[in-house]
């Protein structure tokens, strides 16, 4: 069940949401505030295990056993000696990346990933012995990712633990965010698991958000997926320059607004709900350094790896060197974060390489001029999105060769470039790469105070009607079956 799914939108979320606000109506009245959030979290975790169960039936079990695992661990740093606390963190860490690492890394490092590896820079296949893949459990980077997270706060006294197992639970499973991020830290909410309001301005500007990264998704995402598809399912022999540099500019705009738009999803459906979750894009296509792209791009992942892995490595505070090996670390277990194939972690060693070179020549960005800073970061990205997209280094290695048109073929393909979907999809995604929606927003907010009262709801009324216009044009897609699931959800 995903959140462009017929069953998730008309179904399984307005069911939940109806019987959350009623329950919070009641227990309003009928109990103490604790009490209220404590239902509403019960709720809430039943909820996220019903979804979870719905799509990933194998892994709601790991799910639940990494919630009660977490959960002990975190209550046992508190009041224990500095000692004792420290061998708890080693234990809980130690326990969590062991999941992380047996279910998405295992057959990399033994099996059919290091068979590619081997046989990527030899001419002759190397026979290397079959090991059985291990299904890769929904969300399982996003989760571990909190739970370690979780106690490493609790361990610098940045959080106190949670006071109940299902107050945790609901935390660590809750599905708006559980299966793609953004990845929000208990500290971030946890105020707001015992105490938060439920109000009809935040349910209108939750299901807003909602509809905006739904519309993302499948108006932009999946219908410049059909293109971006096409052109890497092509023999990159048979891709002309043009239909390879076509390819990754829609593959650039699909993975951005697949992701943010997911991202909205989950960030609207917890403030229906009374969560405030981080913010995870901020326009990171109008970047004009590689380092800018990284506070712009998945910034609740690019935060953690600063915060838990970058700052102690020693950060930029140990000499030259020391920093330099620190970036090309955090990327490099960045990029393999996002996949178990020696394409991901190539991937991050090529952010790593550039990051060290902004670093290395402080003056080099700064002397060219604004548009040409722009195009150097949209050209890196384009380029590193080659290795993220493609299933091999064979693969990445022969479309770069069409991107450079060092096939020679100039023949037309077919990249399902039908009708005036793409292009007006194309549009959308260039405008909205950038802050105009939001710029125009910031305007009409500024500016509605002056205006009478009448005109004041007569632009609203505009607003959702807009709203609510291109909710009913995603109907026909949703209902069509054509919708993908999201590129996160392999991670």
Known sequence: MVFSSVMFVFIFLPCTLISYIILYLICNKLTTQNACRHILNILLLLASILFYTWGEPKGVLLLL???????????????????????????GITLNLGILIYYKYISLLLGSGLRELIN????????????????????????????????????RREVDASRRYTDFACYLTMFPQLVAGPIVRYQQIATELYCRTITSEKISSGI?????????????????????????????????????????????????????????????MGRI??????????????????????????????????????????GSRNGTFKTYRNLVIVFLLCGLWHGANWTFLAWG???????????????????????????????????G??????????????????????????????????????????????????????????????????IPVGYQLLCRFIYYILILSVFSIMIMPIFGSSYK?????KF
């Open 385 to 450: 999105w080659v290795l993220f997209k493609a299933d091999s280094f064979t693969h990445a290695l022969s479309y770069y060769k069409s991107m450079l048109g060092l096939f020679g073929n100039e023949l037309r393909v077919n990249l399902d470039w039908t009708g005036h979907d793409i292009d007006i999809a194309l549009i959308l995604a260039f405008i909205f790469a950038t802050p105009i929606y939001r710029k125009v927003g910031i305007y009409f907010n500024n500016n509605l105070g002056g």
């Open 65 to 91: 056993l990494c919630s009660v695992m977490n959960y002990y661990i975190g209550k046992g740093l508190i009041g224990s000696s500095p000692r004792r606390n420290k061998v708890s963190l080693l234990i």
């Open 120 to 155: 990527s820079f030899t001419p002759d296949a190397v026979y290397i012995p079959e090991f059985v893949d291990i299904a890769l459990p929904i969300g399982i980077s996003f989760y571990i990712f909190q739970s370690i997270s979780y106690l490493l706060d609790i361990y």
């Open 349 to 383: 060693g090529y952010y790593g390489f550039f990051l060290v070179f902004e670093r290395a020549f402080p003056r080099f960005l700064p002397r060219l001029n604004r548009l040409f800073r722009h195009i150097y970061v949209i050209l890196v990205v384009m380029v």
């Open 485 to 489: 699931a999201f590129i996160y959800f």
């Open 273 to 314: 709900f009374g969560f405030t979750f981080p913010e995870n894009f901020n326009y990171p296509y109008i970047s004009r350094s590689i380092q800018e792209f990284w506070t712009r791009w998945h910034i609740s992942l690019s935060t953690w790896f600063k915060d838990y892995l970058y700052i102690p490595l020693g």
């Open 208 to 268: 807003t958000r909602f509809i905006l990264g739904l519309a993302k998704k499948i108006l932009v995402a999946d219908t410049l997926g059909k293109v971006a598809d096409a052109a890497f399912l092509i023999p990159s022999e048979e891709l002309p320059m043009y239909a390879a540099w076509i390819g990754i500019i829609c593959y650039s705009f699909q993975i951005y607004y697949d992701f943010s738009g997911y991202s909205d999803m989950a960030i609207g």
